[in-house]
């Protein structure tokens, strides 16, 4: 089952579950690149559409890289991507938009409720909406069937091992096909966006990213810094921020509870959020229940652990709208009731669904062994435990060799301008996460929005403005905006 989200569409498990514009059903999911099923589309001018009907002219455009650039004898792969020409008599820099995920895809984000903000850049310079490897135009790892594998119960152990089973079968049939998957990682990525640099005929670049394609931009700055004029990036994540350190959660849960208690009627059904969450999650996975589904478009039956909860309250919290529901889900929960918990989950037997870039991206990021030790400290009393990134820590060591190690997990220190933009209620890349990547730029504004969440971008209407300022070379200070607080669903 496929269920549209926001601006996005969603079939399978990943860390970055229901990182959706617009959270409207979060279910436990990544975005599947829409490109891999529709007719292959031809380079050239046409017609774009963002799903609101709008239309504009636009060009597709196609390169090729090597899979694996380490590998004098890779196979080639073609990347593509979506071309708004600037407006500008002069235009400056084209500027390469970086979705998320990773496996977000650059053009379906320009079909969302980023659309307005691709347009106002055209102001400036050209605006490329690329779709990394192994996503969209550039979908190079051949899609895998639904596995028909008896699911696991949602316990951490579970899934973790089952997750594990599923991608160890799904690399070896990636590599039987002829796929170098150890090319999916990041400083490839990074080297295939100076590769499309050179393929528009610009001398420099500028970026504009968000969550993993602020990841990414800061491998491009350090490996091909000298070809970026200025970045733009939300909801920041670091080399070494792949997993994220699960007290930071609970810190963030802290300050949600005290939204929370605002509302008198909130508090008295909810004394205290974080204790009521623990209370459910041990529960469950101590005794895990049994939930009706629908699975592979019939009815069955699951059982849901607390970790499985876990990772539903992780993708809750990306966002204003999905943070809003939280308290019923839990109320119900613990009353013994799952409804709204079905809600979400959608089709259990799509969460496990293998794509190939994202789990391989993941896996190269990797951790360093400091960060994990703090990790599996941290989650072992932690309200959300170490389910925020699932399947990562859990997959490390799954596949051997790809780590691509500590010297790229090292922190950047860059003097290009870069304006930073988050929001105070993310909890999927938290405040204080954020601000250690923001320390490795020595001239930068930050933009904070309070009461944004991770898709920050759009969240506040004053924030296109100050891009195009941005990237148009003003000089643009330090900014508050603000937006009205979420409203907590109770029942």
């Known amino acids: 089952m496929r269920r549209s989200v926001g601006d996005m569409t969603y079939t399978s498990l990943n860390r970055r579950a229901v990182i959706a514009a617009g959270l409207a059903l979060p279910a436990l999911a990544i975005v599947r690149a829409s490109a891999q099923t529709a007719p292959s589309p031809q380079a050239g001018p046409f017609r774009f559409k963002d799903r609101r009907g709008e239309e504009t002219d636009a ?63 055209r102001a400036v310079a050209d605006v490329i909406a690329f779709d990394q490897r192994g996503t969209g135009l550039s979908s190079t790892i051949p899609e895998r069937p639904v596995s028909k594998r008896p699911l696991p119960i949602f316990t951490e152990a579970g899934m973790a091992a089952h997750f594990r089973e599923e991608l160890r079968s799904a690399w070896a049939d990636w590599i039987r096909a ?24 610009a001398e420099k670049i500028s970026l504009w990213g968000t969550s993993y394609g602020s990841h990414l931009a800061l491998c491009v700055l350090k490996r091909h810094g000298d070809r970026v004029s200025r970045v733009a990036l939300s909801s920041l994540e ?3 921020q792949t997993v994220k350190l699960p007290a930071r959660s609970d810190v963030y849960l802290r300050q949600v509870d005290a939204l929370l208690g605002v509302d ?29 589904v629908t699975l ?111 010297g790229f997990r090292a922190p950047i220190r860059s003097n290009h301008p870069a304006l930073l933009i988050a929001g ?18 020595r001239r930068k504004a930050r933009v904070i929005v309070e009461n944004a969440g991770h898709n920050v971008f759009e969240a506040h209407p004053d924030v296109q403005g100050l891009l195009v300022r941005f990237f ?20």
């Open 264 to 292: 008198p009627a909130a508090r008295a059904a909810v004394p205290d959020l974080p204790a009521l969450m623990r209370r459910v999650h041990a529960r469950l996975e101590a005794q895990p229940l049994a939930m009706k």
């Open 178 to 201: 002829g796929v170098a998957m150890a090319g999916y990682n990041t400083e490839q990525s990074a080297d295939d966006i100076d590769d499309l640099r050179r393929h528009l005929g």
């Open 59 to 121: 060009e597709r455009g196609f390169f090729e890289v090597p899979e694996d650039r380490r590998d004098p004898l890779s196979r080639k792969i073609k990347l593509g991507y979506v071309r708004f020409r600037s407006t500008a008599a002069r235009p400056g820099p084209p500027i390469i938009y970086l979705a998320g995920g990773p496996g977000g895809e650059g053009s379906g984000a320009a079909t969302g409720p980023r659309f307005p903000i691709f347009m106002a850049l």
């Open 424 to 441: 105070t209620l993310d909890g999927r890349t938290v405040l204080a996460e954020q601000d250690e990547v923001a320390a490795q730029f």
């Open 296 to 406: 592979h478009g019939a009815p069955g039956e699951i059982r849901m652990g607390g970790f499985g909860v876990q990772l539903i309250a992780s993708g809750l919290i990306a966002n204003p709208r999905g943070l809003a529901v939280l308290p019923a889900m839990y109320l119900e929960l613990d009353a013994g009731k799952t409804d709204m918990l079905a809600e979400f989950l959608g089709d259990p037997a799509d969460l496990f669904s293998l794509r190939g870039m994202p789990e391989a991206m993941d896996l190269a990021s990797g951790i360093s062994p400091a960060r994990l030790a703090q990790v599996r400290r941290e989650g072992r009393t932690a309200v959300l435990g170490e389910a925020l990134n699932f399947p990562m820590p859990q997959l490390v060591g799954a596949i051997p060799g790809v780590d691509l190690g500590e």
């Open 238 to 240: 670091g080399l070494d």
């Open 472 to 491: 148009r070379g003003e000089a643009v200070a330090d900014t508050r905006l603000s937006l009205p607080p979420p409203k907590f669903r109770i029942a």
